[in-house]
């Protein structure tokens, strides 16, 4: 996606995402209901100011620092490669925002139903998202899997994101099958978690093989 068409994709998903939050405002009630537990049970409320508007807020900060990413990185360059996917991935969630913003707008109007089945197909998405954004990433400080080995070599950077973007590929498709059992999304969230340690070491222990392989004979 190019840089122009994902700033005006943006612009009226925030449009939009505003608007719709004005327009049925005058009909919430004075509390909001704005956080579920596991199973779909309200937990956590705010003011009505605060509960309709804060997402919004949150929606803006999130996308224009995303946007900003590729600016002010030291090594911007690298986002040349990846650049028309970056942009897709910042428009997805930009839409992810917005359809839990409706979610929690349609709850907190009356309709009634699991939020957990309804946020599966997004944070499926979402996930499905990241993994080709990994997979198509190059080294950068705020992007990607960054620890001090993938930020050290680059076929430390290239190896461990071809895995991640599997360990990604894998959670979001079983977060996908949330939709009918809702337990699948919590164990996509839970695979994430354990294998982002797993990530780590396995970049560390290819950064360490790489430093103690043997060098390459040089040509006369």
Do not use: C
Not at 87 to 109: E, H, K, P, R, T
Request: aromatic share 14%; no cysteine.
């Amino acid at each position: 996606m190019k840089n122009k068409t994902a700033l005006f994709a943006l612009a009226v998903i925030v449009a939009l995402t505003a608007a719709g939050t004005a327009w049925v405002y005058p009909r919430l009630p004075a509390t909001l209901v704005t956080h579920w537990g596991v199973h779909s049970a309200p937990n956590g409320t705010m003011g009505r100011a605060w509960g309709a508007w804060l997402p919004v807020g949150l929606m803006v900060f999130i996308t224009a620092l995303l946007w900003t990413v590729p600016y002010i990185d030291p090594r911007r360059q690298n986002y040349k490669a990846f650049r028309p996917l970056y942009n897709l991935f910042v428009v997805g969630m930009a839409i992810f925002m917005a359809y839990v913003q409706a979610l929690s707008l349609a709850w907190n109007l009356g309709y009634r139903f699991s939020i957990t089945r309804g946020l599966s197909p997004a944070l499926g998405l979402l996930f499905i998202g990241l993994a080709a954004l990994l997979r198509a990433a190059r080294p950068n400080w705020f992007v990607g899997i960054r620890t001090p080995w993938t930020l050290s070599s680059p076929t430390v950077w290239h190896k461990t994101h071809q895995w991640g973007a599997w360990v990604f590929l894998l959670a979001g498709v079983v977060m996908l099958a949330g939709v009918v059992w809702e337990p699948a999304l919590w164990l996509g969230v839970g695979f994430v978690v354990v294998s982002a340690v797993g990530l780590v070491a396995y970049s560390a222990l290819a950064y360490e093989r790489e430093q103690h392989s043997p060098t390459p004979p040089q040509n006369d």
